[in-house]
């Protein structure tokens, strides 16, 4: 049924005609997501426009933004709310990559028991290792694209010599780490190398020192760290790979990882 732009509805005529409860709609409008007006009796009045806020709350809280981000993601420019949308797929793809792999490994078990006639323990290790291989990489994974949006934000919020700053300081690590090579990583320069990679980093990223080098050790030595761009345009994608030449040698990256890793050990 039609309604005119101008249309009200009373709370429970509001929840029947959006799917909602009377409950959610009290909840929203604690959380400040759903401002209705009130009559002089003081009743809640919902306007077509209240249908259309709503409309966009219960998607974006379906594909797992949180409650308490969507004023701000509702208020975000086009372009940051293709973000969001890019974030909450990346998420819903890597749950549905795991769910596959799960499924497969399953499929593959049932397959060798239908042709052995029997399941031993060696059959479920290997759905158990297959499982929590694709759930550590999707767990990095995450993490990974966590990093990535902080850092978009805190270098967004720099001036243009302030990040040409921080790169200098980033260069002149790599540089020292390279010089550092056939040290100990877990010997005094190496956990000096460390302990600046980690103050660089909590420039650049909301988060504790454990849980940056963590995940910096944790990465899965399979993970192919092209896949963190892979929604990208070519010409964004070289672009990155441009500005991230410096730091993408494989020896330094490793030595930065041992380094790390010792760091926590003995903390």
Same mark, same amino acid.
């Given at each position: ?34 401002r ?81 006639g ?23 994974? *995450? ?7 902080? !850092?978009r934000? +805190?270098?967004? @919020?720099?001036? =243009? %010599?302030? $990040? ?29 190398l ?35 761009? *892979? ?7 070289? !672009?990155?790979? +441009?500005?991230? @030449?410096?730091? =993408? %040698?494989? $020896? ?9 890793a ?6």
């Amino acid at each position: 049924m039609s309604k005119s732009h101008d249309a009200t509805y009373r709370a429970a005529e509001f929840a029947a005609l959006a799917g909602v409860t009377v409950r959610a709609l009290r909840h929203y409008e604690r959380l400040g997501l759903l401002r209705p007006r009130r009559t002089a009796a003081g009743y809640r009045v919902y306007t077509d426009r209240d249908l259309q806020v709503l409309e966009q709350i219960v998607v974006l809280k379906f594909i797992g933004v949180r409650l308490k981000q969507i004023p701000l993601v509702r208020t975000e420019a086009p372009a940051d709310l293709a973000h969001v949308f890019f974030r909450q797929r990346q998420t819903l793809e890597a749950r549905r990559r795991l769910l596959s792999s799960t499924i497969e490994a399953i499929a593959t078990a049932e397959q060798s028991v239908r042709m052995t006639g029997r399941a031993d323990a060696t059959l479920f290790k290997r759905i158990i290792d297959v499982i929590e291989m694709r759930q550590n990489h999707e767990n990095w994974r *995450e993490q990974a694209y966590e990093l990535i949006e902080q !850092k978009r934000v +805190r270098l967004s @919020a720099m001036s =243009s %010599d302030e $990040r040409d700053a921080l790169r200098q300081r980033w260069l002149v690590l790599f540089a020292d780490i390279r010089a550092a090579l056939d040290d100990d990583p877990a010997g005094p320069r190496g956990q000096a190398l460390a302990a600046r990679y980690i103050e660089l980093g909590r420039q650049m990223a909301d988060t504790t020192d454990e849980k940056l080098a963590g995940h910096v050790t944790a990465k899965p030595a399979s993970f192919d760290p092209d896949t963190l761009l *892979e929604e990208l345009s070519d010409e964004q994608r070289a !672009k990155i790979k +441009r500005a991230l @030449a410096p730091f =993408s %040698d494989p $020896r330094e990256r490793d030595f930065i990882r041992r380094a790390l890793a010792a760091r926590s050990e003995t903390r």
